[in-house]
């Protein structure tokens, strides 16, 4: 049997997933943060944790996006935090609401957050936003 537990080659090796901006992908994006982090030595607190901040930021943009976009996720493990990166369309102009529960939930569960846009993309129909977040491994 393999043991692939803090395998050394997660570690600083970014790991994408591209999924349909809709809310029957999130299990898919879900399910590979999970595993990144659980084979990268967090807590099972922190799984979680890393966990629902990935389902909220997914959501968020999912929420804002133009229609048969996808989302980008990006995961990045370092030696004591991980790194995500969730970026999308949006349909119209305006950063995700920074006062709403789901922020508030993001910023709970995280050590840093937030989001930018870019100017209209001709090419995407659409406003480029990105939603990142960094999470401290074995924060007390």
Known sequence: MINMSAEPGLRGAPVEIGVA?????????????????????????????????????????????????TLCCRFVVGEQELLVRVSGVAAVTGLPDQHSFGWHVLRTLTDEVFATQDPFDQASAGYPTTVEFRRVRGKI
């Open 21 to 69: 901006a809709a809310v029957s992908q999130l299990p898919i994006v879900r399910g590979l943060a999970e595993t990144l982090v659980l084979l990268s030595d967090f807590t099972l607190d922190e799984v979680a944790d890393i966990r629902l901040a990935v389902d909220e930021a997914c959501s968020t943009l999912i929420a804002l996006a133009a229609p048969d976009s």
